[in-house]
Every structure is written in C-alpha cells, then in structure tokens.
C-alpha cells in the first residue's frame, strides 16, 4: 500500500490535490478511519479577514472564546482540545478567493498553518495531563478549484505564489 502523506508527522505541511479523486478520497477516509479529523473550508466563503477567522470558528469547532484574530486563530489550531484526533487534515477549496480582498494577509495564513503543524508535529511529554504524541496536521489545497460559470484556476499557476511550496498528492 502506498503510504498516506495525511498521516505524516514531518513536512510538507501544505499538499496540492483534487480533492474530489478517489486518490485523494481514499487518503481522507484513512486518516478519519485512524481516528482523525477532516477540517473543510470554502476559499469563497473566505474573502475577508473577518469572513476567514468565521469559516475556521464553523469549520473547526473553534471555542466562544476564540477572539477571531491571527494570534487567536493561532492558539487555537494549536490547541483544538475540543476536537481530539490522532491527525488532522484541513482542506481548502477555491483558493484563489481566499483572502481576496486582503491579498496581504494570505502569506500570515500560511505561516500560521505551517507554525501550527510544525508544533503538532512535536510530541508533548512533561508529565502532564496535556502530554501528547506527535500528530499530524496538513494543510490540502483544491488543486480543481472550480470557481464561478466554470472557470477553474489551478492552484499551482503563478498567481498561486502566496501559497508558498507545496507537493501534489
């Protein structure tokens, strides 16, 4: 069996796929059957900086507490106590309209998301109650993304820059 880059503890932290292929259907059905958790965000619910921090609250389960800023988007997908999983796996489809309206903010996106799965990826053994083990969290982005009247945008074209290296799977 070819092994699942979803259940992988090291980087890439961020992966390009067609998330309607069996491929990439199969390799998510692993991951929820070993106990992980899929995390599904719509690039075009996601325009604005308030719209993106709303999706991630709906997606993720996030807490009422979580104050829908980049440091608390931050804390919490470090933290996602409330959502135990041996893995995670956060897809985004349409990521061209990401953060359209707020194109500077895309790279901070990104280097929360990579922050965050770099830390899950360390396990945690203190003696405490929140000790852990490493746990895999990855970022896939719709390489398909069909957007309006049928026009699709790959996510590896140019303009897709902000995304930063990503590997097809």
């Known amino acids: 069996m070819v092994e699942n880059p979803l259940l992988s503890i090291g980087p890439p932290w961020i992966f390009a796929a067609d998330l309607d292929s069996n491929r990439f259907g199969k390799m998510a059905d692993q991951l929820i059957v070993s106990g992980g958790k ?18 991630f609250a709906q997606a993720a389960m996030l807490p009422d507490y979580f104050g829908r800023n980049w440091p608390a988007l931050d804390e919490c997908l470090a933290d996602l106590e409330w959502l135990p999983a041996s893995s995670y796996v956060m897809t985004l489809r349409n990521p061209a309209r990401l953060l359209k309206s707020a194109l500077r903010d895309r790279p901070v996106f990104i280097k929360i998301v990579t922050k965050v799965a770099a830390e899950w990826a360390e396990p945690v053994s203190v003696g405490e109650y929140w000790d852990r083990p490493a746990i895999p969290l990855h970022l896939v982005v719709d390489r398909a993304c069909g957007a309006d009247h049928g026009w699709r945008e790959c996510a590896s074209t140019p303009d897709a820059s902000w995304l930063g290296t990503m590997r097809s799977i």
């Open 38 to 55: 899929k995390i599904e965000l719509e690039g075009a619910r996601m325009t604005t900086l308030d719209a993106l921090f709303d999706e």
